[in-house]
């Protein structure tokens, strides 16, 4: 898959997911075959204002060979001011979501609220691009606002004719929110109308689940919340066997946040991830009432021994 100059081999990608994919997350998806990976979902405005809590979530990995990031918001001069901010100039590639189910971007016209507005997402892309310098511009979809309402194909055909250089299409209505199953036909039905490349994003959670999407024709693939707890779930799709110890990957994981927070905010930033790595696994309860005990990066870490 290509987007603008950059050439995904497998098409395998870590899309945002608020409040989880971190850098430590993304440096640990990327070392198991995550080819593109995204910022969490950063608000447009806020960069404009320069929000500090926005610019922490612009941090990226040396080890990221493509640095991207998803903006938000409904605005297109905040868009363009965001794209030209200084904050934004080490990133490749522009993501903007039209996907978010979110109550609170909802209300405000952002995120899945502009399904429903696809000349305002036409205008969104165009501003973007006369913003972004030649770097690929691109955007994140749901398959509609809802039931009623699935205009997944108009929506990605106004991206590419605004000159968006890729789309992801999640397949659920913004008010199915992350219940039920994924729509993979709606997936399909884009690919087939677009010439831009499509990834497609929903329940995606091991190897059988990623060989369904690839069957509808998608050229990359999007996994988010089968990487949480889960970064090898990118070896593992491709068929490859992975061996690892989790105490490992949380100590990498926390070191890496140790790097960018003090360790108070490390230690609770850590805590809900640590609660996925030991989903499943033997005395897993008793871990997580140790850990969501833990003050300490030293705590957190005891609890494995």
């Known amino acids: 898959m290509q ?5 995904l081999q497998n098409g395998l990608i870590l899309p945002p997911i608020a409040g989880y994919s971190d850098i430590g997350m993304r440096m640990l998806c990327v070392r198991y075959g995550a080819e593109l990976t995204f910022t969490e979902m950063v608000s447009a ?3 404009v204002y320069n929000n500090e809590n926005t610019k922490e979530l612009l941090f990226t990995h040396d080890t990221e060979p493509i640095k991207a990031v998803q ?12 794209i030209r901010h200084e904050a934004l100039r080490p990133f490749d590639i522009i993501d903007i979501n039209f996907g ?16 429903k507005e696809p000349e305002q997402i036409y205008k969104i892309i165009k501003k973007c691009i006369e913003a972004a310098d030649g770097r ?3 955007g994140k979809i749901r398959a509609g606002f809802s039931q009623e309402w699935r205009n997944a194909v108009e929506v990605a055909l106004a991206i ?4 968006g250089a890729m789309v992801t299409v999640h397949g659920r209505t913004r008010d199915m929110m992350y219940s039920g199953k994924a729509d ?16 497609g994003n929903g329940d995606v959670c091991d190897r059988e689940s990623y060989l369904r999407m690839l069957s509808t024709g998608v050229d990359g693939v999007a996994i988010a919340r089968g990487a949480i707890g889960r970064p090898s779930i990118f070896s593992e799709v491709l068929g490859k066997g992975v061996q690892f110890e989790i105490k490992e990957l949380v100590r990498e994981h926390l070191d890496e946040l140790l790097k960018y927070y003090p360790e108070r905010v490390a230690v609770n930033n850590i805590k809900k991830h640590v609660a996925c790595y030991v989903k499943g696994q033997r005395g897993a309860k008793q871990r997580k009432e140790q850990v969501f005990r833990a003050e300490t990066t030293t705590q957190i870490l005891d609890s494995f021994a």
Do not use: W, Y
């Open 3 to 7: 987007i603008g100059e950059f050439v």
């Open 100 to 115: 978010c189910p979110v109550n609170k971007i909802v209300r405000n016209g952002e995120g899945s609220a502009l399904m």
């Open 160 to 163: 590419q004719d605004a000159g």
């Open 45 to 47: 405005k806020g960069l």
């Open 71 to 82: 903006l938000f918001g409904r605005e297109e001069d905040f868009f363009q001011k965001a």
């Open 184 to 199: 993979l036909e709606i997936i399909k039905e884009v690919k087939d109308a677009v010439s831009i490349p499509v990834t």
């Open 136 to 138: 690929p511009v691109t």
